[in-house]
């Protein structure tokens, strides 16, 4: 067998003039209906002409096993990643695998050199927790399954936390509390969790018939305690009256403590706050926060099972795995004063 | 050249009848005084007849170069660690090298099976938190450098914290606030941090002629919350009178806010509690905790510095970099009842 350059899904996109998200949809059976059939038929021709090979013939090309699996993350010091890389590297370990990981630091540079080189190193497959909306993801040389966060084309296994549920639940804590005048310090817009949290505050609120007005939103730049203590004060100083705040997770509700803290305020007297993810050592904060939890280690645990499936049977379509969310009420909501 | 299995320390202590650290004091300069001369006369006999090289000529076999450098580390969910990565990687990533890490849960049989596997994938150098006072290493293959633990054999580089230090001015602090009666929550024993942290409260408590008897001391099994717990509601079982504790790491301290809380005891109104490290989030926790600071961030650049240089020179010998600690005084210490 001869072995060249692999056509890639870019080669592909390239030679019909589409975007490579367009041949991922065409070429995937599922999602294929989302294209026009025109469109879908120049496709199919090019990538017969180039010779792509989808993944199945590729994965069955590689013989060399590494017995390594990447983990890509975009920030290591966010305390939500590590019990998530143990269920990852449990499940691993069990099946003979080890696991490495690389923080991005929500770089992209950083990001495309470290997928470059783990893909150079061999790693057998990769658990993506860095992607942005935007992504578009070809599995030619390994299996990729997402963590935490999916991408808008599709076409990848991701296993996520229930967003809307989660803050659904929040909100209907906070409106049982009598709070109205719910704030939503949101995160990143080109992160789905950001996006996802944000559409599930506004619809819960609409549904609640409880206002959904532009000086309730503070979109944060990043998932940072900076970030949340930025945006907080920000509303503060506005004078919109609030009386409760739903970050967008925990790292961005300590940052309202930090606001809460420097303006005077106390958190739950004067303004509640709930945050997402119940990340390692919230529940010995003061005050201890109440915040939606997520299974983190079982996220990480389906993970790392997704991709020992798609290693084993690489044929299959992709999945969005959703594990359910919780509220943990403690003690940083209140009645509203 | 002829390609075989490499000749290791292993191979040569072997044949001499002694331990491999043996070997390494004799063949690094500066310890070779530590050895007796018949027997340094002795391994060097058997290097030589072995054909055992030394790591620069190793060094200087290498010709395919990764650019990407493993971190060990024993336990990612120990916040302690994602800080000094951070330094680890930032220094690394301006000389063009990838950081990937691995953590070995403080399972001995899976850090064998880490370092086979990132040896084998060529890492071109390893930083490594995981190791136990035993250890005796190997650089025959790539540079190694130690953080944040060293080993009882030395020979091998390592970064590290100022243990005594630190254990100096929380007992100075505690001491100052009245406390006489201050016990010990010791780390484990084979961790060099453990029984460097224990020595330097022995040694500091006799300076300053404030009781040091067995039952002022609690060995933990390992660095976690619920070893701090566990030993701390030893001590308040056991009914001998204390006032403070110094717990060997900020993860035991938690531990003890947990034994305190237990028992129904208040801290400090009760009993003081200083950790050590200053971890991210225990500035935010309920009592914000008394600390002993050590440079998580520079500890993790110093260490690539490091490993930077051995991969450049790998000549040289070895060194012992101790970085500065510094406590900080919150709110869980204060003056006995």
């Known amino acids: 067998m001869m072995a060249g350059p692999r056509v890639t899904l870019r080669d592909v996109a390239r030679k019909v003039g589409v975007h490579a998200s367009t041949v991922s949809r065409v070429l995937n059976s599922s999602t294929r209906s989302m294209v026009s059939p025109e469109i879908a038929r120049r496709v199919d021709e090019a990538a017969r002409d180039l010779g792509y090979r989808p993944n199945p013939i590729a994965y069955g090309l590689k013989t060399r096993r590494s017995l390594t699996v990447g983990v890509v993350i975009p920030d290591l010091t966010d305390p939500l990643f590590p019990p998530m890389i143990r269920g990852i590297d449990d499940t691993l370990a069990r099946a003979g695998y080890t696991t490495i990981v690389a923080n ?4 992209r540079e950083r990001e495309r050199v470290i997928l470059e080189r783990m893909r150079g190193r061999h790693v057998d497959a990769l658990i993506l927790g860095s992607t942005r909306r935007e992504d578009v993801l070809d599995e030619d040389e390994v299996p990729v399954v997402l963590i935490n ?3 808008d084309v599709g076409g990848v296994t991701a296993v996520v936390s229930d967003n809307p549920g989660g803050i659904g639940q929040a909100i209907d804590h906070l409106a049982s ?5 719910i704030a939503h310090v949101a995160g990143p817009q080109y992160v789905s969790t950001g996006i996802a949290r944000y559409q599930a505050y506004r619809s819960k609120m609409e549904d609640l018939g409880l206002p959904v007005t532009p000086d309730l939103v503070g979109h944060c730049e990043s998932y940072s305690r900076g970030e949340g203590k930025r945006v907080l004060s920000l509303f503060l100083q506005s004078r919109e009256p609030l009386t409760a705040v739903i970050a967008a997770n925990d790292l961005l509700a300590l940052g309202c403590y930090d606001a809460l803290k420097a303006a005077g305020l106390r958190c739950p007297g004067d303004i509640s706050v709930v945050g997402f993810n119940d990340m390692p050592f ?25 991709v020992l499936e798609r290693m084993n049977e690489p044929a299959g379509g992709f999945e969005i795995i959703v594990l359910p969310s919780t509220l943990v009420v403690r003690a940083s909501t209140a009645p509203p004063p």
């Open 104 to 107: 991005t630091d929500n770089d």
């Open 149 to 151: 966060r999916s991408i």
């Open 177 to 181: 509390l009598g709070h109205r005048r």
């Open 282 to 306: 919230v529940d010995m904060m003061d005050p201890p926060l109440t915040t939606v939890r997520i299974p983190q280690y079982d996220i990480g645990a389906a993970a790392a099972r997704a």
